[in-house]
């Protein structure tokens, strides 16, 4: 158990439909990061977080945004959905900034669009 | 960019012998590397990490990596293979100030009894 809590585990949905993915750090983590996985493009880092403020974004489309809460839970929201989202979304939290410090990945929310 | 490689896609041993999965990178500076195991259904967990200093690391399930700044490499080995391992793994590099980690394709173990 790596400590980082992915809600839901599951989620099925139709095209152009808008979801909210929640991820809640291990406990004394400030950042979080969300990754994609898919078949086609691998792990792909999407965006990082850090006690709240945005501090990376990486191949993130403009339909995607996310947020970090002061209680330091982030959500991951994707709107206008579209066949090809359909994926593995992975949080991952790490201690802080300013040094590099080991992520650990929850088990990740899977995302089937119909 | 950053970026990495793992050569292999799949990989079959047979239980009890050794293992080395190959993994290049690319990053213009001093690299921090990682291996990471996915197990189906299951998140990505760190099996051992390279930041600096002693270029073999040690990691969890009896894993060990050397890092060749060299070769650009950071294999990952284990010298006699468990049916338990079976799994995904994946090579991972990061850096710089925003500490994403860019991962390889990632290579399948199968283990065979």
């Known amino acids: 158990d790596s400590g980082v809590t992915q809600t839901p585990k599951h989620l099925i949905t139709a095209t152009g439909q808008r979801v909210t993915l929640r991820c809640s750090p291990r406990?004394?983590?400030?950042?979080v990061y969300w990754y994609q996985q898919s078949l086609d493009q691998g792990l792909q880092f999407l965006i990082q977080?850090?006690?709240?403020?945005?501090?990376a974004k990486g191949n993130i489309l403009e339909r995607f945004s996310a947020q970090q809460f002061p209680d330091l839970h982030s959500e991951l929201n994707l709107s206008s959905l579209e066949l090809g989202d359909s994926a593995l979304y992975f949080c991952?939290?790490?201690?802080?900034?300013?040094?590099?410090?080991?992520?650990?990945f929850g088990d990740g929310t899977r995302l089937s669009i119909l | 960019a950053q970026s990495v490689t793992q050569p292999d896609i799949h990989i079959t041993v047979s239980e009890g012998a050794s293992l080395e999965l190959r993994c290049n990178y690319s990053?213009?500076?001093?690299?921090?590397l990682f291996w990471y195991v996915q197990s189906p259904g299951q998140g990505l967990q760190l099996l051992l990490k390279?930041?600096?200093?002693?270029?073999l690391v040690q990691g969890i399930k009896g894993f060990e990596a050397e890092f060749k700044r060299s070769q650009s490499s950071f294999n990952l080995r284990k010298p006699s293979v468990h049916w338990s391992d079976a799994a995904e793994y994946f090579c991972?590099?990061?850096?710089?100030?925003?500490?994403?980690?860019?991962f390889g394709k990632g290579t399948l173990l199968t283990v065979n009894p």
């Open positions: 991952a939290s790490s201690v802080g900034f300013g040094q590099f410090t080991p992520q650990h």
């Open positions: 406990s004394g983590d400030l950042s």
């Open positions: 977080y850090y006690n709240g403020e945005e501090r």
């Open positions: 990053y213009g500076a001093t690299p921090y």
């Open positions: 390279y930041f600096s200093g002693d270029t």
């Open positions: 991972a590099v990061g850096g710089g100030s925003n500490y994403k980690l860019t």
